[in-house]
């Protein structure tokens, strides 16, 4: 089954420290993108990339860090920077056309 | 300034109406897409319906149709015969640019009451 997926499902980390949120897509899409929602709020863009080897920082890129060295994959990196990490993430691809767009299931970041 | 505008932030309706929720977006780009998804409390984003800048007709799919009106930049989503399991957050987002970028208005919180 096609579709994307994002590991861990939850996820702890300790002030101070890096951590990488992974997002892998089988839907042959081009674009990928990754956002953080807050309790109660929408979704803000934090990077977005169409190729490979390229990526644009979105509305609150400060604090984290992205790659696209393969279609599949755009691997999102929280670090030590980002004054309150604590949120849900969430991973979206689409088709180089832009008519359709899904998500993946998401990662529950906690700071402890 | 705000791409995609939710009024509503919340909204309460009887199981087995019609409900409207409303979305009004900005952008210059003539070729843009419109989606509408679904947030039940697990947190998965759910695509619901999806219209295009240059669609002629309004987009449907099953119980969801969209009201794609492009001279007032407005893609309200209607849902017919609600259901106690339509209960959840609905967010409105647009695509444009290139390269593509996807941008999400507030939401909006739908609870249907029995």
């Known amino acids: 089954d096609g579709g994307i997926t994002q590991s861990p499902k939850y996820l702890f980390r300790k002030e101070g420290q890096n951590v990488t949120l992974s997002c892998e897509q089988n839907l042959n899409h081009d674009a990928m993108y990754w956002y953080r929602q807050d309790p109660g709020q929408g979704l803000r863009l934090i990077y977005y990339?169409?190729?490979?080897?390229?990526?644009q920082k979105g509305d609150i890129a400060e604090g984290y860090s992205v790659s696209r060295e393969k279609k599949e994959s755009f691997p999102l990196t929280v670090t030590s920077a980002q004054k309150n990490p604590t949120a849900f993430y969430l991973c979206a691809s689409s088709n180089q056309r832009g008519t359709e767009a899904f998500f993946g299931q998401g990662t529950r970041l906690t700071v402890v | 300034a705000q791409k995609i505008t939710q009024t509503q932030p919340g909204m309460f309706v009887q199981e087995k109406e019609a409900v409207t929720l409303d979305c009004t977006y900005d952008?210059?780009?003539?070729?843009?897409?419109l989606f509408w998804y679904k947030q039940p409390s697990s947190g998965e984003m759910i695509f619901l319906i999806y219209?295009?800048?240059?669609?002629?007709q309004n987009a449907t799919e099953g119980r969801y149709s969209l009201n794609f009106q492009k001279a007032r930049k407005s893609a309200n989503l209607v849902i017919s015969a609600s259901q106690l399991g339509d209960s959840a957050m609905y967010f409105c987002?647009?695509?444009?640019?290139?390269?593509?970028?996807?941008?999400f208005g507030q939401g909006t919180r739908l609870t249907i009451n029995p």
């Open positions: 990339s169409q190729i490979v080897n390229d990526f």
């Open positions: 952008t210059s780009d003539p070729s843009y897409g």
């Open positions: 219209q295009g800048s240059y669609d002629q």
């Open positions: 987002a647009m695509r444009e640019g290139t390269p593509q970028k996807l941008v």
